[in-house]
T-cell receptor
Framework: NAGVMQNPRHLVRRRGQEARLRCSPM?????VYWYRQLPEEGLKFMVY????????ESGMPKERFSAEFPKEGPSILRIQQVVRGDSAAYFC???????????FGPGTRLTVT | KNEVEQSPQNLTAQEGEFITINCSYS?????LHWLQQHPGGGIVSLFM???GKKKHGRLIATINIQEKHSSLRITASHPRDSAVYIC??????????????FGQGTILTVHP
């Protein structure tokens, strides 16, 4: 019974490249949340998705960031034209429909050089 | 002012001491969560509370809904308890889903 999976665990990108972060929720979970933890800062909500729907993207930067959760396959957080300020740990969490309890993945640590 | 405030920000203890971390929130919520994060590590959910008290081993979490306050207590602390403890709330402001709003975390260091 695998938990929430994220890959890659570590990602290094040069400025201007694209970063793709993947999250596979726990079996039976149809809700995915993405959170970002900037260095020396707390966790912040980015986006909440259900299968094929973005429900709340109020925490996503308006430009360069996008997220999807297709009918089949993992949820993807995509960052285009990365900048040094995007360096952070990105965590995804999943939950069942209607449930408050979330299970976190191990995170992807993005470093932009 | 943040919707979720934790205190203290840093806490140092000797092994065996009793630890209390506090969390106050300013909005209506559906549940309060206590999370643990080790340096460079992932996030583990310790407790989810909507009322009363929960206990797991040496950890006890309580919540007072009227006062909008929660505490996480660790009895007989151990160096392996050293981590960041994060308070978070879901359903803040009446949202109908589990989006979390986080406190800034409490860095706990337990010395042998």
């Amino acid at each position: 019974n695998a938990g929430v999976m994220q890959n890659p665990r570590h990602l290094v990108r040069r400025r201007g490249q694209e970063a793709r972060l993947r999250c596979s929720p726990m079996k039976g979970h149809s809700h995915v949340y993405w959170y970002r933890q900037l260095p020396e800062e707390g966790l912040k909500f980015m986006v909440y998705l259900q299968k094929e729907n973005i429900i709340d993207e109020s925490g996503m930067p308006k430009e360069r960031f996008s997220a999807e959760f297709p009918k089949e396959g993992p949820s993807i957080l995509r960052i285009q034209q990365v900048v040094r300020g995007d360096s952070a740990a990105y965590f995804c969490a999943s939950s069942r429909q209607g449930a408050d309890e979330q299970y976190f993945g191990p995170g992807t640590r993005l470093t932009v050089t | 002012k943040n919707e979720v405030e934790q205190s203290p920000q840093n806490l140092t203890a000797q092994e065996g001491e009793f630890i209390t971390i506090n969390c106050s929130y300013s909005v209506g919520i559906s549940a309060l969560h206590w999370l643990q994060q080790h340096p460079g590590g992932g996030i583990v959910s310790l407790f989810m509370l909507s009322s009363g008290k929960k206990k797991h081993g040496r950890l006890i979490a309580t919540i007072n809904i009227q006062e909008k306050h929660s505490s996480l207590r660790i009895t007989a602390s151990h160096p392996r308890d050293s981590a960041v403890y994060i308070c978070a709330v879901s359903g803040a402001g009446g949202t109908s889903y589990g989006k979390l709003t986080f406190g800034q975390g409490t860095i706990l260091t337990v010395h042998p």
